[in-house]
């Protein structure tokens, strides 16, 4: 992924808080033309193995896979009851990580809960180009087991 460096370069660490409370208000509120321009054109979101989708690539499949709750949906909670509660939010350079808790009514009426941690590297253009995702996917996999069944049997 080209202009990618968090060596003091061009994108500092203010400027990096401002990108991350923006592209969390874009995320949050699910506006496509908030989040699309807030990523670089070859954007993508890496998931944790195990976890029951490998992630997007591109800007297109970005903004379509935050918008449309494609996410949330793979892991069987309801997108429009999603509530994150962030506990802390560290800015060095180009990169920012959020830690928060995601809770969430289940498709299957029970409730989801689960803490993460998103690092989001931006580019020297000051544009997204990469999010990774760390979960608890073992807490999730306790909560959600028909999502997870086909990993269950691997863990336990």
Do not use: C
């Not at 409730?111 to 999730?140: K, W």
Request: proline residues 4%; without cysteine; hydrophobic residues 40%.
């Amino acid at each position: 992924m080209a202009g990618l460096s968090n060596e003091g370069g061009v994108v500092e660490t203010e400027r990096t808080r401002e990108l991350i409370a923006g592209w969390m208000e874009a995320q949050g509120s699910r506006d496509p033309g908030k989040m699309a321009a807030l990523l670089a054109e070859d954007a993508r979101v890496l998931w944790p193995v195990g976890a029951p989708i490998a992630g997007f690539e591109g800007r297109d499949d970005v903004v379509d896979g935050f918008a449309s709750g494609r996410g949330p949906k793979a892991l069987g909670v309801v997108p429009a009851t999603m509530s994150v509660d962030p506990h802390r939010i560290v800015v060095d350079g180009s990169t920012a990580v959020v830690e928060f808790t995601l809770t969430a009514a289940t498709e299957s009426g029970g409730t989801y809960e689960n803490r993460y941690a998103f690092f989001y590297q931006f580019n020297d253009d000051g544009l997204l180009a990469e999010i990774r995702e760390y979960g608890d996917t073992l807490n999730a996999a306790r909560q959600l087991p028909n999502v997870f069944a086909h990993k269950l049997g691997e863990i336990q």
